[in-house]
């Protein structure tokens, strides 16, 4: 195998060598855990990470209509794990978010909520392109002293109560304190751990693309519900040739929605035009690839074993229906390396059986509330019921008409 490894660690090693020990080994480079590896590494605590594809080609080079909408609270750690200042693209700031419900071809209802400006002291998040996020998180991981990068490789972890050994496919090994699982939502040191995973099928599948429309956006975001699933617009920065530009996360019933998705061009927008619910953009020109995601909810009846640690997709995945699923990841971050950089500051064993008690009890409940509020949204606004539908309409009425409200809802969405 190949190893790519922090400027700080020299690639010297041969087969059955062994590597450095460290604190905290990390399996998965996707954006959960590199920006953990990233943010611990900072603060001196000595970390591998391993992921079984090489990192470089994760960076298109072309716009692919992928974007990640980060709160507030995540920003700030993507700013103390020194990634968003490499962003190679400028973010959008989110500075308004219109909620509102209807039917496809229908102007939305006169029931609406509103996040203005006067809501927050700082833009609600920010919309972000995948293909800069990983720029980014890769040159962050390739200058980070106390960050040794293995990838792509493949390894077998073994745990036991003094700690865990770490032995690569190629015959390398080193021991580490602590694993921490950021595989993904089939994780396989889940699966080893024989942690239960409950899972919930919502029937819908999401299609991300990006638009190119008419008129500006004006940093303003869209969550129309439907009774097939929510429809999102999201803004994102321009380009020359494209300079307004947005987001889309359009969910629809399964099989409906692979058929949409390969619609041509000229009929595609005109469905988008469709589910909008009014005219402020104006005119849409897709751009750049469709993607297709089956949606489902599932968590992790635990969030530890002997030595390890779940974060982010191997411990929950929820509902994008509040764009909150990437966030609730960096949530865990934020919590897992408040609570190692402090443990490590007294001393303290990274791996022990206190501070992975610290971690869970500091994360699950909170994502379990998320993943419920996230699954009772759906299922509330994805049906046609006359009577639900007026309900739900007042409700969103309501809590536009009491400020302190809305406020509250947007700093538990910011993370803050």
């Not at 590896?37 to 900072?42: N, P, Q, T």
């Amino acid at each position: 195998m190949v190893a790519s490894t922090a400027s700080a660690v020299h690639d010297t090693a041969s087969a059955g060598q062994m590597l450095p020990d460290v604190d905290v080994c990390i399996v998965g480079a996707g954006p959960v855990g590199a920006t953990l590896a990233c943010r611990l590494a900072k603060e001196g605590i000595t970390v591998a990470i391993i992921d079984r594809a090489d990192l470089p080609p994760m960076e298109h080079p072309d716009f692919d209509g992928r974007a990640y909408a980060i709160a507030a609270g995540p920003k700030k750690l993507l700013e103390e794990a020194g990634v968003w200042e490499v962003l190679p693209l400028e973010s959008c700031p989110i500075e308004d978010i219109l909620v509102t419900d209807g039917r496809p071809g229908e102007p939305a209802s006169s029931l609406f909520l509103e996040f203005t400006r006067d809501d927050a002291s700082q833009p609600f998040g920010w919309m972000v392109e995948a293909r800069a996020l990983r720029v980014a998180l890769n040159e962050t991981l390739h200058t980070q002293p106390n960050l040794t990068v293995l990838a792509p490789a493949e390894a077998t972890v073994e745990r036991q109560a003094d700690g865990a050994t770490v032995r690569l496919h190629d015959g390398r090994t080193f021991r580490a304190s602590v694993v921490v699982a950021a595989d993904g939502r089939k994780s396989r040191l889940r699966s080893q751990a024989g942690i239960p995973l409950t899972k919930l099928s919502y029937g819908q599948t999401a299609i991300v693309c990006a638009i190119a429309h008419e008129f500006p956006h004006d940093n303003g975001a869209l969550e129309h519900f439907l009774p097939a699933g929510p429809f999102a617009q999201l803004p994102m920065t321009g380009t020359e040739s494209h300079p307004y530009l947005s987001a889309i996360v359009w969910s629809d019933k399964d099989g409906v929605a692979e058929r949409f998705a390969a619609l041509p061009d000229e009929v595609f927008a005109r469905e988008i035009e469709r589910r909008m619910g009014n005219t402020r953009l104006g005119k849409v020109t897709p751009v750049g690839r469709r993607w297709t995601y089956p949606l489902s909810a599932q968590y992790a009846q635990r969030y530890t074993d002997t030595r390890l640690l779940l974060v982010g997709d191997a411990a929950h995945g929820i509902h994008p229906i509040a764009g909150q699923g990437l966030n609730l990841g960096f949530r865990d971050i934020i919590a897992l390396s408040d609570i190692m950089i402090t443990a490590h500051a007294k001393g303290e064993d990274l791996g022990g059986p206190a501070l992975l008690a610290r971690y869970q009890a500091r994360c699950r409940p909170a994502n379990m509330l998320m993943l419920a509020a996230t699954d009772t949204l759906d299922r509330l606004f994805s049906n046609n019921n006359p009577v639900i539908r007026l309900a739900r309409d007042l409700g969103i009425a309501g809590v536009n008409r009491f400020p302190k409200l809305r406020k509250a809802f947007v700093r538990h969405a910011m993370g803050i």
